[in-house]
């Protein structure tokens, strides 16, 4: 007998904090480069959350005040181009330019010696960077929805959709091709505030990265909003031009990870395929799980976070 979840049925999900409900900081990074983030609870367990795309800090709203109130300091920062952060001057985006803004913020600025990183979409990609780059700054890693570590033979696990010939084949993947390989005319296709806000939100909804009826109306305008505008739209589009020869200022690091990792899965997610299972049991050494999370896609942390806020505590809080 299959088992299929009717999303449905999914539990009443913690509320959603307001807009303004956090106090936004902002900290210099890198040379005319800020990042803005949320911090709360300081003092406790260094935790980082990093977002992906089409994403802000805001994916991170419904976990911030549990995971605090669960002893964690968490911060959350935007991206640089994203959000509130500022676009570089030079429009620098790449996978080790991230890391490095992150590891600046969180070692350099707030001074946390280590700390765990929960992550997802290419935040997962720029955790896995951050891991091998700066060895010994995490001490835990979550991870959900990704493209597991690149440097890992995944011989006989099946194809994966990482590669960008593979997009245009993908039947929820046109976003990656046209987005990479020709962001000017896509540009030039969503010419006003609404139109791009449109282009995010079918991610929340009609693209089948998330499950059904986890974002409603409301939220999918709190969540489309910072991408209103053209630039910093773009700056969410530079990490799919990397597979489309957009220059990098070096290659990521993506080899196995030996860092204790618990291990998410939203199998409502169309985008990521369910080799991402297989992969990531041979790409982390040390890890719990992979854990299936019924009624969850791609943005996990949101669509169950009454899930994802009992089990990071419970894994990587403090004892």
């Given at each position: 007998?299959?088992f ?23 900290v ?32 991170w ?16 920062p935007?991206?640089?181009g994203?959000?509130d ?7 620098r ?18 001074g ?6 929960a992550a ?9 960077d951050?891991i091998?780059?700066f ?55 969503l010419?006003?505030p ?11 909804t ?7 009826y986890?974002?409603d109306?409301?939220a ?27 220059p ?9 990870i ?7 899965y939203?199998?409502?997610d ?7 299972v297989p ?14 999370i019924p ?5 996990l942390?949101w669509?169950r ?6 089990l ?8």
């Amino acid at each position: 007998m299959t088992f299929r979840y009717d999303p449905r049925h999914r539990p009443s999900q913690p509320g959603r904090s307001a807009p303004d409900a956090f106090c936004v900081e902002n900290v210099t990074v890198a040379e005319r480069v800020s990042l803005a983030f949320v911090r709360e609870g300081v003092g406790g367990v260094p935790l980082l959350l990093i977002h992906g795309y089409p994403e802000t800090k805001r994916i991170w709203w419904r976990n911030i005040e549990a995971l605090a109130a669960a002893g964690f300091e968490v911060i959350a920062p935007d991206l640089r181009g994203f959000g509130d952060s500022d676009l570089p001057p030079d429009d620098r985006h790449d996978i080790v330019t991230y890391s490095r803004d992150l590891f600046t913020l969180m070692h350099d600025r707030l001074g946390h010696a280590s700390c765990i990183i929960a992550a997802s979409d290419v935040g997962g990609v720029v955790a896995t960077d951050m891991i091998h780059r700066f060895p010994g700054f995490a001490d835990g890693f979550c991870v959900f929805n990704t493209v597991p570590p690149m440097g890992v033979d995944y011989s006989g696990i099946g194809p994966g959709n990482a590669m960008p010939e593979a997009s245009a084949k993908d039947p929820t993947g046109d976003y990656r091709w046209m987005q990479g390989a020709f962001p000017d005319e896509l540009a030039t296709m969503l010419p006003s505030p609404e139109a791009r806000r449109q282009w995010v939100a079918a991610m929340y909804t009609n693209r089948l990265w998330g499950s059904k009826y986890a974002f409603d109306q409301d939220a999918v305008d709190f969540m489309t909003e910072p991408f209103a505008d053209e630039a910093r739209l773009r700056a969410g589009w530079a990490c799919y031009q990397l597979a489309y020869e957009r220059p990098m200022t070096e290659l990521p690091l993506m080899d196995p990870i030996e860092v204790r990792t618990l291990i998410l899965y939203g199998p409502d997610d169309h985008v990521i395929d369910e080799d991402f299972v297989p992969r990531c049991e041979r790409a982390f050494r040390n890890r719990i799980g992979p854990l299936v999370i019924p009624g969850s896609g791609h943005f996990l942390q949101w669509e169950r976070a009454d899930i994802f806020n009992q089990l990071l505590p419970a894994v990587f809080g403090p004892r």
